[in-house]
């Protein structure tokens, strides 16, 4: 026994698509055992809603955005149709945010951005979700790694 959704139009297909990922996701993402929210990760920028000058932009309290030149439009266009929590897991150059802002356009439905609103956005976007360059651990030292088939074997001289 399935459930058996037809649609009327291509035009209510992403809002479909919206809806389910929401289902499906959200409760991961809210839940007791979800993902940490980006702003208690020690490696962005300041976590508190309400920062000094010293200590760099909060962090809105509504959406986990960082309070930076431009969080407004981008919370005002990005969260139309997905959690704030799907841009801010996330991390990624200005060429990577403005392939993501593409795809969504080609394939998703989002509106096409003035010129100017789509700077904004991307200048955001990669100045607080940019690239990481501390996100993987350093490489094991020689004596910790595991031996190997090659390691393991003794030198043959023939």
Known sequence: MGLRITLASREA????VSLLVSLLVGPV?????G???AAAQDDGPATSAVASA??????????????GEGWQTVKGNCTVCHSAALVTQNRGSRDHWAY?????QETQGLWQFNPE????????LSTYYGPRTDARRQNLPRHLMP??????EPDSKD
């Open 100 to 104: 993501l802002i593409d795809w969504m």
């Open 29 to 33: 993402l809210f839940s007791p055992l």
């Open 13 to 16: 297909r992403p809002l479909l």
């Open 35 to 37: 993902l940490a929210p």
């Open 147 to 152: 031996p190997t088939a090659q390691a393991s």
């Open 54 to 67: 010293d200590e760099g932009p909060g962090i809105d309290p509504d959406s986990g955005f960082v309070m």
């Open 117 to 124: 609103m789509e700077d904004t956005i991307l200048d955001y």
